[in-house]
């Protein structure tokens, strides 16, 4: 999924609405902490740690993590194509803990005060349930961006020069760097599969450099 899917549900709006921050250098510590906050959540995922996220008491309803477990579901309503496969599949009980806190499995849970110990292994339970989504998820993910890797590259270069400038891309064999790329190591990288292919088919396209001698031409707005 890509950002300009799910940031609206997180910021409340399209990053690009005025009304979503108050200036430049705001919208600007929000992306930077957003990113930082998404950074240390994927280094305890990838290091197959739990992620012990914020938790607000006594929270909704006061029960500690329903505005988690809320905005974890709506998160996976985002991006519903695989999700119904791995509730299926759940057999522990530890993604099902996230339903019912956020009082969709049984909005009359819970009828009585929950201890301490109880919220504790709620939380604990719905916290390894987002680890186990994460790793379900590990191949869909390197196949999401193998796919979008020639998209993504294009695109950055489009925001920099129009299309009937620039319409080579910015691959690194086509910008002739892929002397730099060691496609044969062992180690796996986003993109790689991308890599091979354009290895194995050649490219139709090459970024170039061209060097005009002469007096200085003016600008196209000049």
Not at 73 to 81: H, I, N, S, V, Y
Request: charged letters at 25%.
């Amino acid at each position: 999924m890509s950002p300009s899917e799910y940031l609206p549900a997180i910021l409340g709006g399209d990053p690009g609405s005025s009304q979503v921050f108050a200036d430049l250098e705001d919208a600007n510590a929000t992306m930077s902490g957003l990113m930082r906050y998404w950074n240390s959540i994927i280094a305890d995922f990838e290091q197959e740690s739990i992620h012990l996220p914020f938790i607000v008491e006594p929270g909704i309803d006061g029960i500690p993590g329903r505005a988690w477990a809320r905005g974890f579901l709506k998160g996976t309503r985002l991006a519903p194509e695989g999700w119904s496969d791995l509730w299926d599949s759940e057999g522990d009980g530890q993604l099902l803990s996230v339903s019912l806190v956020a009082g969709e499995l049984d909005p009359t849970w819970p009828t009585e005060a929950l201890t301490k110990e109880k919220e504790d292994e709620l939380l604990q339970w719905m916290f390894a349930g987002a680890a186990r989504a994460y790793r379900h998820f590990a191949d869909a993910r390197r196949e999401f961006a193998d796919a979008r890797y020639d998209d993504a590259i294009e695109e950055e270069v489009d925001d920099y020069y129009p299309r009937d400038v620039c319409s080579a891309g910015a691959e690194p064999t086509r910008a002739g760097l892929d002397r730099f790329v060691n496609l044969d190591a062992p180690a796996d990288f986003i993109g790689k599969a991308a890599l091979l292919k354009v290895r194995e088919q050649g490219i139709t396209r090459k970024l170039v450099g061209i060097r005009i001698l002469g007096d200085t031409q003016p600008a196209a707005f000049e």
